[in-house]
């Protein structure tokens, strides 16, 4: 089974369009596909796939519900099918914004009623226990998870949960930071969750060839990361993407790209990031 969390440590890089066209080329090679998306923003893979319409319900069952043991239903009903055949996701909802408070509620009652005094509630365990209790691996070929770009318990949950990180990075002054410090995330990810930590690769998005990109670039090469592919700057297709609630891929067959032709180049990429991927878990 493929596993993986799409993370960035800087907003706006392409981490969720980069999980959604990923989502829809594993689904188009053959995959039953599963997004969960865990990021609390309105620009999420929840509104990329429009799937979001209980995001700002509070009566409405959700992931959190069932993260903290008090659900309102059926796991299995949280999953939404999308209009990209095999790619189903599991949406975002505005209680993820209170996701560390909320475990930490849930990690109190659960440690004062166990028999055991030294018994800590495994708070980053819980989506993969939600996962497993309700034989979700076994319908699934691939899952993908997609926090927030920011570091806490939704992240932590998603890497236990899938073991593996893709690291898509901007080639920027700020994205330099992040290439930088790649050793130390992925050190600190381990630590935060206690196993080890996958890297299937490190994506540059939004290459434009200029010098400081260039030099950026040669970092990532000399890394010790693999970089599978780099994605040259695509902001029409990837703001279509948003504007029209549909993959890259959904983009270019609904002819809603004026350089469709020319963006045939950045699917095939999405094929061959996927396929590497794959190829990763044989």
């Known amino acids: 089974m493929i596993t993986y969390t799409t993370y960035s440590e800087a907003g706006g890089v392409g981490k969720t369009t980069t999980a959604a066209n990923l989502a829809v080329a594993h689904a188009r090679n053959g995959h039953d596909v599963l997004c969960i998306d865990l990021d609390p923003q309105e620009g999420s893979l929840s509104y990329l796939f429009d799937v979001d319409g209980e995001r700002s319900d509070g009566t409405a069952d959700n992931i959190v519900r069932h993260l903290i043991g008090r659900p309102k239903g059926d796991f299995r009903d949280l999953i939404r099918e999308t209009e990209e055949e095999g790619v189903d996701v599991i949406p975002s909802h505005n209680m993820l914004e209170n996701l560390t408070r909320n475990l930490m509620k849930a990690a109190e009652i ?18 993969l226990r939600v996962l497993k209790e309700n034989g979700v691996p076994g319908d699934y070929d691939v899952i993908i998870c997609d926090p927030q770009a920011t570091p806490g318990d939704a992240l932590n949950n998603a890497i236990f949960a899938t073991r593996s990180v893709l690291l898509p990075v901007e080639l920027s002054g700020k ?9 130390d995330l ?3 990810l381990e630590g935060e969750v206690g196993i080890q930590v996958g890297v299937l690769g490190v994506v540059p998005v939004g290459f434009k060839r200029t010098n400081t990109q260039q030099s950026r670039l040669e970092e990532l090469e000399s890394s010790e990361f693999d970089m599978p592919v780099v994605f040259k700057e695509r902001a029409s297709l990837m703001q279509n993407m948003w504007d029209y609630q549909t993959s890259a891929y959904g983009v270019l067959e609904d002819k809603r790209e004026p350089n469709g032709e020319y963006e045939l180049e950045t699917l095939e990429k999405y094929d061959d990031l996927a396929a590497e991927i794959e190829g990763e878990f044989e």
Do not use: N, T, Y
């Open 186 to 188: 992925v050190s600190g």
């Open 110 to 127: 659960e440690e004062d009623m166990h028999p055991d005094d030294d018994f800590e509630w495994p708070k980053h365990e819980q989506l």
């Open 175 to 183: 994205g330099a930071l992040s290439i930088r410090g790649l050793d």
